[in-house]
């Protein structure tokens, strides 16, 4: 007999052995309950609804994908993902010194510092390019949607921003809003985590031009859309990021 769960992480921690073994396909509140050893009801307590299991397995699965693991007793930020925080983290991206002292600024790939926000990008995707393995069956179309969900920004979808053509379903869509709230809030806090440790890695890096952002372009929303590329590499399966940091590149140095 399994060891019944007991919170929420160790149902998710129940779910993410489900989406390695068979895919993000095969979780459902019946599955959950099955992994976890509990009751049926047991989920529905901590998820009112599939859906909102399935965004907070979405959102687990991705931050383990990207070493964000927040499973009690385990470790945040595994090898190859740094999350920009506390001391440790701060001295860790330190920009290197160059001649005399001052930074090596160069706009070149070969030149510029190790712990520069074109490296970091770098780091973030490889790293979790390398952990994606471990979860085969993911990148499903269903998850590309569910991934995707409010990575550039706060605003969600609601059924990808659009109404439907039947007030009724409208009605329906709207009662289950609430009971979805604590899944949505998964992905967006999954999100915003991203988004915060991406800031702060841009914000150290001194070798930005003092002109890179303005009211044409604020470093937010520059921070939101190198997030969004980054996803979207991650699920169309490409190896490499080097477009990608090329722009970075060009854009900011």
Not at 16 to 28: E, M, P, T, Y
Not at 122 to 143: C, K, T, V
């Amino acid at each position: 007999m399994k060891p019944q769960a007991t919170s929420t992480q160790q149902i998710l921690q129940a779910c993410r052995q489900i989406v390695h073994a068979q895919g993000l396909g095969s979780i459902s509140i019946r599955s959950a309950a099955a992994a976890s050893g509990v009751a049926v009801g047991t989920i529905y307590h901590y998820f009112p609804s599939k859906e909102a299991l399935l965004l907070a397995v979405t959102a687990d699965v991705w931050s383990q994908i990207f070493g964000l693991a927040d499973d009690e007793g385990g470790q945040e930020g595994q090898p190859g993902y740094e999350p920009l925080s506390g001391e440790e983290g701060q001295s860790a991206r330190e920009v290197q010194p160059g001649p005399e002292g001052q930074p090596s600024c160069e706009s070149h790939a070969e030149s510029l510092p190790a712990r520069s926000f074109v490296s970091y990008v770098q780091q973030m995707f490889e790293g979790a390019r390398s952990r994606l393995q471990q979860y085969p069956g993911f990148l499903g179309a269903h998850a590309v949607n569910l991934g995707l969900y409010g990575g550039g920004n706060e605003g969600g979808h609601r059924r990808a921003g659009c109404m439907t053509e039947s007030p009724a379903t409208d009605a329906a869509e709207m009662g289950t809003a609430a009971a979805d709230a604590n899944g949505v809030q998964y992905m967006r806090s999954f999100f915003a985590r991203l988004r915060g440790d991406l800031a702060d890695a841009l914000a150290r890096d001194s070798c930005v031009r003092a002109d890179a952002f303005g009211s044409k372009l604020t470093s937010e929303e520059f921070v939101g859309f190198v997030l969004q590329n980054i996803l979207l590499l991650l699920v169309t399966g490409q190896e490499s990021c080097r477009t990608l940091l090329a722009f970075i590149q060009a854009t900011i140095y």
